[in-house]
């Protein structure tokens, strides 16, 4: 009972695929009411058919316009907002600093960390309104630790963890909660594309690099995007009623990320 959402109004940035469409399904479940963003139109009316209680729009949540809109039609649809999950992120450029473009950091920067701020500034009289709500923000585990080859995604997503420590403490007066989660290399399209080129690179199977990419966490193994959504629901739900400020990290136990 303590992981029900029953009405309680939801949004959720790219929510069509992966760990957010995953974390619409479980809210669905639980009670709330989702609307969700995305850019993948096929994977949006997907959702639409597949999961209850859910409205969205195609939004790039790197377009402000377009978010200031997208954040307009889901208050309406959902006749408020108690629950707030910025996860739309992408992996950036890959490859060593000084060859990182200045187009591509900005793009990096705007998708994972300026979406995440946007969002939070439009939401906050909303959760106010509703006397209080919950927002979570996907970091990673680049978050955490250095990422070498990466250093425009893991800038941005140390980032999210310094803005959500912050809004936390500006926010809790307001019974808002904010907290971030710093997955591991989860399962599913995104590791296996990373899985395929490295094993080109190396010149080995993707069997045995998949093995090699998992050994690096303590349980030898990749989380999934239902362990993430699980830990959403968690921190949303009244079982996390007086969890704010924390970047959790859900990542099969990683001590590094080389
Ligand atoms: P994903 O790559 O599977 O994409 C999920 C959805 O995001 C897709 O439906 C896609 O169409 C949508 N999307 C992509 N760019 C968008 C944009 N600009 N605007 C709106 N929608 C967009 O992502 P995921 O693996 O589920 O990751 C979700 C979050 O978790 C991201 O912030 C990511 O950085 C973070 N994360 C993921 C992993 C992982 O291994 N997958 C690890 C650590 C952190």
Redesign the pocket.
């Known amino acids: 009972m303590q992981l029900d959402l029953t009405g309680k109004r939801a949004l959720i ?2 929510g ?6 995953r974390t619409a399904e479980l809210f669905s479940q639980a009670g709330a009411k989702v609307f969700i ?4 139109q096929d ?1 949006l009316e997907d959702a639409r058919d597949k999961v209850a209680n859910l409205g969205g729009t195609l ?4 377009d402000k316009e377009a978010l200031k809109a997208m954040f307009g039609a889901a208050v309406d649809y959902l006749g408020g907002l108690d629950i707030l999950v910025n ?5 950036g450029p890959t490859g060593p600093v000084e060859g990182v473009s200045f187009e591509d950091w900005q793009s990096c920067i705007d ?2 960390l300026t979406s995440t701020f946007l969002m939070t500034q439009m939401a906050v009289p909303y959760l106010r309104d509703a006397g209080g709500g919950a927002i979570i923000n ?5 978050g955490k630790f250095g990422f070498p080859m990466r250093s425009p995604y893991s800038a941005a ?1 140390w980032g999210i963890v310094g803005f959500t420590r912050t809004i936390a403490i500006e926010l809790g007066p307001d019974r808002i909660r904010c907290n971030a989660i710093q ?4 399962e ?4 296996d594309r990373v899985i395929k080129a490295k094993a080109e690179a190396k010149g080995i199977s993707e069997n045995a690099m998949r093995s090699e990419l998992a050994s690096i966490a303590s349980l030898k193994e990749f989380v999934t ?1 239902d362990d ?1 959504a699980s830990m959403i629901l968690f921190l949303c739900s009244k079982a996390g009623a007086h969890i704010t400020g924390q970047a959790l990290s859900v990542d099969a136990g990683l001590e590094g990320l080389v």
């Open positions: 940035t790219a069509a695929g992966g760990i957010g469409r963003c995305d850019i993948d994977q939004t790039d949540v790197s996860n739309a992120g992408t992996a998708i994972n996907l970091s990673s585990a680049a997503k997955p591991g290399a989860v599913g399209a995104r590791i995007a993430i």
